[in-house]
């Protein structure tokens, strides 16, 4: 049932665009005691579905930037190879607190910096 909860507010998070990773691998190593590399293993394989929902509301809504879009996907390709390889090479306690580390200064990014209008 928690789990069921936790997916709920990633999806939202998802949705929002923010990334329900930052909810999901968290609790899925809590809740479930597994490394950090299969947590974000799964939450890559859940975020699929997740994301196809959100784009097509996105395309809606006319919030897409084809062009922008085609772009950053290219080269997330090749970023993910990448980050994959080395996501597997580095022990999960490291990894753990890298991801840790990202998430506090994109916390304290998103407080301290200025609004733009």
């Known amino acids: 049932m928690l789990i ?12 929002m665009g923010i990334g329900g990773g930052t909810i999901l691998i968290p609790a899925l190593i809590i809740l479930f005691s597994i490394s950090q590399q299969i947590a974000q293993g799964v939450n890559l394989i859940s975020f699929i579905p997740t994301a196809a929902v959100a784009v097509i509301t996105h395309i809606r809504n006319k919030n897409i930037l084809l062009k922008l879009s085609v772009l950053l996907i290219c080269g997330g390709l090749f970023g ?3 980050g994959s390889i080395l996501a597997s090479s580095i022990s999960s306690p490291v990894l753990r607190k890298l991801f840790g580390i990202f998430l506090f200064i994109m916390g304290i990014y998103e407080i301290i ?5």
């Open 80 to 82: 993910a190879v990448l």
């Open 113 to 117: 910096s200025k609004k733009k209008k």
């Open 4 to 15: 069921f909860v936790v997916s709920i507010l990633s999806g939202i998070i998802s949705g």
